[in-house]
């Protein structure tokens, strides 16, 4: 959705009196014998008249197949309950192009500026990821267009290649080594979790061990703490991060589109009917203590806070991420796909979770025009996408202008019955680009970067901004060998940061920069490999 600002200012005394001098007397008199100051009325005359025309994309769907070919007549629109006149009404119809099957004159045509963002929620990089980004930049990609790649809450800046294969080589080897990075913490975790269990079962079987209830109950207690930090890192979206960047988004003219890659999400659950589950459900059924009987009772509290834990719909932010999508008119394209990980352990095996949030994908998709698929097939998939048509229609009015009006509600209808309308629900604010990390320069042991784009306020009368800057650098083996946060007061426009590390090693790493902007909340990552 856009907002528009179309500025009128009247001229009437400049265009219509500048070569009638006559005229501009018999106007001049007038105003000296009224009540109204002569500079006052000129200013009344010269003031800007602002009307604002507030772009709606709607789509329309009757037993799940897009409906076409309706007109302006078909539509309403409401603004908090009040009836708005269309002054503009457009069908559109688009979808990504594969550059090998058009047409040869449609080849020598200036391709248009499009932007995709590349979702990447996939816990191991495999053959078929990289098959489908080879396939993406060979059938979609041209040099022209503008691409965010996004992972784990993380915005990867690849540097452009001068070619096909360089571009192609960069986002793989940096998706691959974050990957490695990401990933070692969680196999740690799920280390200790194995060895953890180990210990619990090894005290219910000797009955020797005295606080046996405190084993369990420490050992389900870190159980969902591993699953937290773990559906926080690979399953809930950072809303903060993803306003951002889809408000950098908006920023940019023409098509844009989002593809997502979601790997059903793993993790190590306990076997059912698996000997430590056994053994600790025949604990708590044994015991005949009272006291013993409150803890048995806690316990199978943690199991059951933990099996709901995995649900995850009730608390996606389906409805967010939707709007977000949708007020910048980006067409999500969602591609499932399994993960082939496995772990040996007689106790856990590594079952798929979360799929209930699935649907919470694939509601985003649906609302903006978009094409979902499971498959491991994603070069496959990928072309099905392109080949899907976002067809909706596109809506403008001009409400009144009412300062005291904070919340504008819109509602769009159809006038046929049986007809699913999706459409934004609400005017979205004028959008102010974010705090954003730019500049970004790694060279002979040194970086450098400018922060702009950040809020400033008075503070003890002084104007300026606050953000929390971290970095974090690792080296070849993932292992961590810088990592420091500040926070910062920022008292001009843009700010340069300059740090120099010349007790590092030469050779290639991998940086992270996060920027919180303290007054707005906005946020702005970094990351990139890099060579000292």
Known sequence: MKIRERTEVKMLIGKELKFCPFLLLIFFFMISNSNINPVQAQQKLREKVTVTAVEVPVRVIHKGKTVRDLTKEDFEIYENGVKQNITAFES???KISIKKELPQEEMKIRPKRRLFILIFNIFDYNDYVGKGIDYFFENF???EDKIIVLTEDRIFNIERGK???ENILNVKETLKK????SSVKTFIEFKNLRYEGDRVLSALRQGSIYSTDQAILKFYENYQRIWLDYRKQYINPDTDLYQSVIKRAQQTEGEKWAICFQQREIFPKLKNKGRLEREINNWIESQDNPAKQVMARLIQVKQWELQRSFGISNSFPTELMRRLFMEANITFHLILMKSFRTILSRDFEMGEVAQDYEDCLKKISISTGGYTTFSNKVSEALKKAAETEDYHYMLVYSPKENPSVKKRDIEVKVMKPGFKVI???HVPEKVVLPITIAGFKANKKTIKFSLA???????????????????????ENSNKVFNEGKTLD????????????????SGNYFIIIQAIDKISNEI????KQIKF
């Open 92 to 94: 559109v119809s688009r």
């Open 178 to 181: 974050y990957k490695q990075i």
């Open 163 to 165: 070619n096909l294969a």
């Open 453 to 475: 784009n950040y809020r400033m306020t008075k503070i003890e009368g002084k104007l300026k901004g606050i953000a929390n800057v971290n970095i974090t650098i690792f080296d």
């Open 141 to 143: 990609f041209h040099q």
């Open 490 to 505: 920022l008292i001009k426009k843009d700010t340069y940061i300059f740090l120099n590390f010349n007790w590092i090693k």
């Open 524 to 527: 702005d990552v970094f990351s």
């Open 423 to 425: 459409f934004l629900k």
